[in-house]
């Protein structure tokens, strides 16, 4: 019985960008090329890496094979091998992510470029692939020829190439995946029953927008989209000024601690509805997005859904006992991404709202442990001022008097990984050091302060003690 496959195009989706700078680097240290640079080359490249495959660029692509005419093939691997350990570097890091979700359903992944295979095979043995479907150059006395052996990979060649492959290895190509950045490609993604632009072309996009194909964007997680290769959070986040705010006085300190690049794991108290803009506000003080873990209820609603699907966020269906946002949040990390988590899961209610100790669930440790990123405590305090569980809509009215919010951003947490509840316990430590010292005295509240720890229209004793106590997600 065949089997579907994933067929990926090498630049521009795969890489960040084009292949053939590292690639004429590695040829010139082997030796096959000269020392000299052709004039305008770097002018060449840099186009492509904004508009994609152009005519005349493919042009002098096939012309490629004459010139290598002569060329010792045994070189021309080595310096493939040479520019693989770079190219890796320039892969994308959520098609490491994307791969491996294939991989782990039973597919073949099979790496389908222009680029002369002996060029790219190192590459693609790296990456873990299982295959190459790319053009090959004639041979004669382990010498090139001058010639294409086969067909050119490139538009109606590559879907042929990729066809003669799947006959070969059973694959079925009306049941396979295809992921391509070029309109050229266009022929192999309509031969495959799942298509997949993948930082599109301009007349890719408007096609895969016609035909309703998904476009995706491999330097962030799926489902985000980008506008001008920048995606919605990034776009918001250049208005994200505290003075901006009304009704609200911002206090923060220590952003220089949550890291400028490379993964992270945010985790902040919950004291209201604002808390996820108040992280927001001072996360946006880094440049750097990052993807919220937050309940089904807030992507199912109505337009809010959709926002939050496009910044990033991660469903959680709590009491299912799933571990796919777990998994989800690791991805992001694993692809350099920031996380941020409220391990308190919910806003406590009544007079657990006011306990000095803070209790909180096992995700956030559950992840470190998975992945290793560091765990960055924040402490958020005034928020529930703000927007208070007991109101529909936050209080943002206050001109004259605004609400003092303030967040505090600590050093890693120290974990052990060997106990969920131990690390849990660290974490919430953590986050209480960063409160002011009112947060840690035991009082009572009154009756207008416990009132407004619950939810608008709640009918029962609001004296009463939160009766769910936070433990395994």
């Given at each position: 019985m065949a089997?579907?496959?994933?067929?990926?195009?090498?630049?521009?989706?795969?890489?960040?960008?084009?292949?053939?700078?590292?690639?004429?680097?590695?040829?010139?240290?082997?030796?096959?090329?000269?020392?000299?640079?052709?004039?305008?080359?770097?002018?060449?490249?840099?186009?492509?890496?904004v508009v994609g495959e152009t005519l005349p660029a493919m042009f002098i692509t096939r012309q490629m094979a004459r010139v290598a005419g002569g060329w010792d093939r045994e070189a021309v691997r080595e310096a493939g091998r040479k520019a693989a350990a770079r190219l890796m570097e320039d892969v994308q890091p959520f098609a490491h992510v994307l791969v491996d979700q294939h991989h782990q359903a039973g597919r073949r992944v099979v790496l389908a470029t222009t680029t002369p295979f002996d060029m790219v095979e190192p590459l693609a043995d790296a990456l873990g692939f299982d295959g190459v479907v790319a053009t090959r150059y004639g041979e004669r006395d382990g010498a090139y020829d001058g010639t294409i052996d086969g067909t050119f990979v490139w538009g109606p060649g590559k879907l042929a190439a990729v066809r003669e492959y799947a006959s070969d290895h059973g694959i079925d190509l009306a049941a396979s995946w295809a992921y391509s950045d070029s309109i050229y490609d266009l022929p192999l993604l309509a031969a495959v029953r799942h298509p997949v632009a993948v930082n599109p072309d301009p007349r890719l996009a408007a096609l895969a927008l016609l035909r309703r194909w998904p476009q995706q964007f491999l330097d962030v997680p799926a489902g985000i989209p980008k506008v001008a290769g920048v995606e919605p959070q990034q776009i918001m986040q250049a208005f994200a000024r505290p003075e901006l705010v009304p009704g609200v006085r911002f206090d923060i300190e220590g952003t220089e601690r949550i890291p400028r690049k490379g993964p992270a794991i945010l985790v902040g108290n919950h004291r209201s509805y604002f808390d996820p803009l108040a992280m927001g506000m001072a996360i946006a003080q880094t440049g750097r997005p990052v993807r919220f873990l937050g309940k089904k209820e807030v992507f199912d609603a109505p337009v809010v859904g959709a926002m939050a699907t496009a910044m990033g966020g991660i469903r959680v269906e709590r009491g299912t006992g799933s571990d796919e946002p777990l998994q989800a949040a690791a991805d992001a990390l694993e692809g350099g991404q920031m996380v941020a988590i409220m391990p308190q899961g919910t806003i406590p209610r009544g007079r657990a709202f006011f306990e000095p100790e803070l209790k909180g669930r096992w995700g956030a440790a559950r992840l470190a442990a998975m992945t290793k990123a560091p765990v960055i405590p924040i402490g958020l305090w005034g928020t529930e001022k703000v927007w208070?569980?007991?109101?529909?809509?936050?209080?943002?009215?206050?001109?004259?008097?605004?609400?003092p919010v303030r967040i505090r951003v600590g050093d890693p947490v120290e974990l052990k990984y060997r106990s969920p509840d131990a690390d849990t316990r660290r974490i919430m430590e953590a986050i209480v050091d960063l409160l002011p010292r009112e947060a840690r005295q035991r009082r009572d509240p009154t009756p207008e302060e416990l009132a407004r720890t619950f939810p608008p229209g709640y009918k029962g004793d609001p004296d009463a003690e939160d009766s769910r106590r936070p433990g395994r997600d």
């Open positions: 089997e579907a496959a994933a067929f990926f195009d090498l630049d521009r989706t795969l890489l960040r960008g084009a292949s053939g700078p590292v690639l004429s680097e590695a040829l010139r240290a082997v030796g096959v090329l000269p020392d000299r640079r052709v004039p305008g080359e770097g002018l060449v490249y840099r186009i492509f890496d208070p569980r007991s109101a529909r809509f936050p209080n943002l009215l206050a001109l004259t008097d605004r609400h």
